[in-house]
């Protein structure tokens, strides 16, 4: 069975930082493109960064040189280290591993920015 599980998030003040963690299991994410999405209250689900299976990243403008994503494909972990947080940064965080048409989730980890 497929299972993702983020861990990292809290609460932490603007200009601080967190470091995320993915924790998958089940099969090989060396195969699947993994990326972080979130989603804050009354939002929609946006893409914050993506990792593909070749080891190429690709960024938002929202968060391009403030976060960085990165994958150890002999661990199944992704991580998303996020740099220079700001209030506007605050929401549940996805991680995703998609292949073709196949996409799994896992349940989020809540981060909180304070001002």
């Known amino acids: 069975q497929v299972q993702l599980v983020e861990s990292g998030g809290g609460l932490v003040q603007a200009g601080g930082s967190l470091r995320l963690s993915c924790a998958a299991s089940?099969?090989?994410?060396?195969?699947?493109?993994m990326g972080w999405f979130r989603q804050a209250p009354g939002k929609e689900r946006e893409l914050v960064a993506t990792?593909?299976?070749?080891?190429?990243?690709n960024y938002p403008d929202s968060v391009k040189g403030r976060f960085t994503i990165s994958r150890d494909n002999a661990k199944s972990t992704v991580t998303l280290q996020m740099n220079s947080l700001k209030p506007e940064d605050t929401a549940v965080y996805y991680c995703?591993?998609?292949?073709?048409?196949?996409?799994?989730w896992g349940k989020g980890t809540l981060v909180t920015v304070s001002s």
């Open positions: 089940g099969y090989a994410i060396s195969l699947y493109n």
């Open positions: 990792v593909f299976s070749g080891g190429s990243t």
């Open positions: 995703n591993a998609r292949r073709a048409v196949v996409d799994y």
